[in-house]
């Protein structure tokens, strides 16, 4: 994934063990892949987002096992 966004490994790793994303990433992100915004890589909002980019991302979160089925959300280890 660092490579696909050209970013250094530890950049990534960094991210993946929960520090912040930067602005710079998180543009990088958005731009890669088209439909992912910054209210959901930032505070887990889908507003604004295509109804098949949300359900993904909700499928990749329960397969990961961060979704709260209770209250349909993320879980809060993966909330700012």
Sequence with gaps: M????GVSNQRW???TRGLPLGMDLT???VTRFPGLT??????GRTDGMSVAMAKALRLADVG????D???RA???A???
């Design 2 to 5: 660092a490579r696909r966004l």
């Design 27 to 29: 543009r990088r992100l």
């Design 64 to 67: 990961a096992g961060l979704w």
């Design 69 to 71: 089925h209770e209250n």
């Design 38 to 43: 910054t209210d959901w890589l930032w505070f």
């Design 78 to 80: 993966t909330r700012p």
């Design 74 to 76: 993320l879980t809060r």
């Design 13 to 15: 790793s960094n991210v």
